[in-house]
């Protein structure tokens, strides 16, 4: 079994190389599907009164852009990459990486309900932040812990999840039916420091120029509304 840096690392050196070199967009990976625009809000989304401050943990790929693409929204206080649903307490990089743990790389999001609402950060998870209906895999990266992911932690978190996620493939707003679970929140680990915040201080890295930078770029484009600097 290959050490997990080594593989985001060949991964890396991959897309660099084909960039470089071949000047294609695609290094043989399953084609991310494009959703229709302009991207539906969600049919039930209610406002959550009373509340100041909620949380929501989603999986979508490697979280280096994940992360980085919810930091960049109105309303959201922290983001914080880790690892969840799996059935290892505190696992490691290199564990989650081997896939055999359960977890998924994931996001921890803070954020204020009176500004942002739980439906419309899913609206930016399913549009922005990641491909939902590949399997167990987001562009160069596969294994099952870059599945797609929504660990709800309330029975309303639920029923907006699965409401939306029926909404938008009966509108067939993606050619592929829409592979994200839907399952219990059990426990969020944060990730070691040098993921935290990685996008941040790697901007010119060929995997973050290749498959992140693009996602806040497509944020400010088609959200204007709730993206921030």
């Known amino acids: 079994m290959r050490s997990p840096r080594i593989g985001r ?52 790929g490697c979280f280096w852009g994940v992360q980085a693409v919810f930091e960049h929204l109105n309303g959201v206080r922290s983001v914080t990459a880790g ?15 081997s896939g055999l743990t359960g977890h998924a790389e ?15 950060i899913l609206m930016i998870f399913f549009s922005v932040a ?40 009966s509108a067939k707003v993606y050619p592929r039916k829409i592979a994200t679970e839907v399952v219990p929140f059990e426990a969020f680990f944060r990730a070691e420091d040098y993921h935290q915040d990685y996008l941040q201080t790697h901007t010119d890295q060929p995997y973050i120029v290749y498959n992140d930078l693009p996602k806040l770029e497509h944020l400010k484009k088609q959200f204007p509304e709730l993206y921030r600097k």
């Open 83 to 97: 690892y969840a649903g799996g059935r290892v307490n505190s696992p490691s990089y290199e564990m989650v990486s």
């Open 130 to 169: 990641h491909d939902p209906t590949q399997l167990n895999r987001q562009g160069p990266d596969d294994g099952p812990q870059y599945r797609s992911a929504i660990f709800y932690s309330s029975e309303e978190q639920k029923r907006i999840a699965a409401a939306y996620i029926e909404q938008l493939d």
């Open 9 to 60: 690392t060949l991964a890396i050196a991959a897309i660099g190389a084909f960039l470089a070199w071949n000047g294609v967009r695609s290094i043989g990976a399953r084609p991310a599907a494009e959703p229709r625009y302009p991207f539906p809000k969600p049919v039930v989304d209610p406002l959550a009164t009373g509340k100041s401050q909620e949380t929501a943990a989603l999986a979508g």
């Open 106 to 120: 994931s996001v921890s999001i803070t954020f204020d309900p009176s500004q942002i609402s739980y439906g419309q």
